[in-house]
């Protein structure tokens, strides 16, 4: 179980045959694949609840940074990333859903060196631009070709929320889900 997640079993009823079982849970708005509402950083911007289901479906934008990172922790990416992305793959969609594959991942579960020492978050909020942490097996999506469909739980006033991301690849019929959360 995650440490960030408590279960309780509510009940079941085992003696009539049938099965029917509910659970409450806690879990912190920010731990594990969640997603970072803009009011996290930026007051007055939208909250998880306010955030528009089409911003969380999209065409997907992989920006591989990971060795500009390796041995730099508190790396920032920088506009020069996205135009040395965009002479490679062409200009960056509008509406798309952009990731910054930095490799961090593989400092997990170090804290410190997961986390670096400078906040990453801040820069787009303002501009109501949804941030998403902690995606795994950002290196199995390619830099284009993909989309990927985000659904947070919907949290009334949450800065942020636990998120099930997944990427589709060419097709409906031929679903990879390799990105989870």
């Known amino acids: 179980m995650d440490p960030g997640l408590i279960a309780l079993i509510m009940g079941t009823i085992p003696e009539s045959g049938a099965n029917y079982q509910t659970n409450n849970f806690c879990a912190v708005e920010h731990g594990g694949t969640h997603i970072?509402?803009?009011?996290h950083f930026y007051r007055g911007a939208w909250a998880v609840h306010d955030i528009p289901v089409d911003r969380m479906i999209g065409d997907a934008v992989v920006v591989d940074v990971t060795?500009?990172?390796f041995g730099h922790v508190d790396y920032q990416a920088t506009e020069l990333d996205l135009r040395v992305w965009e002479e490679k793959h062409g200009r960056i969609p509008v509406g798309s859903i952009l990731f910054l594959f930095t490799g961090w991942g593989r400092y997990?579960?170090?804290r410190k060196?997961?986390?670096?020492?400078?906040s990453r978050h801040t820069t787009l909020f303002e501009k109501n631009i949804v941030g998403i942490d902690n995606v795994a097996n950002l290196d199995q999506?390619?830099?284009t070709g993909a989309m990927v469909i985000g659904l947070?739980?919907?949290i009334r006033g949450g800065s942020g929320a636990p998120l099930r991301i997944i990427g589709?690849?060419?097709s409906l019929q031929n679903y990879a889900g390799i990105i989870r959360g």
Do not use: H, R
């Open 67 to 69: 060795a500009k990172v």
């Open 108 to 110: 997990w579960p170090d």
């Open 36 to 39: 970072d509402a803009p009011l």
């Open 168 to 170: 589709l690849f060419n």
């Open 152 to 154: 947070p739980m919907k």
């Open 141 to 143: 999506l390619p830099p």
């Open 113 to 118: 060196k997961f986390l670096g020492t400078e």
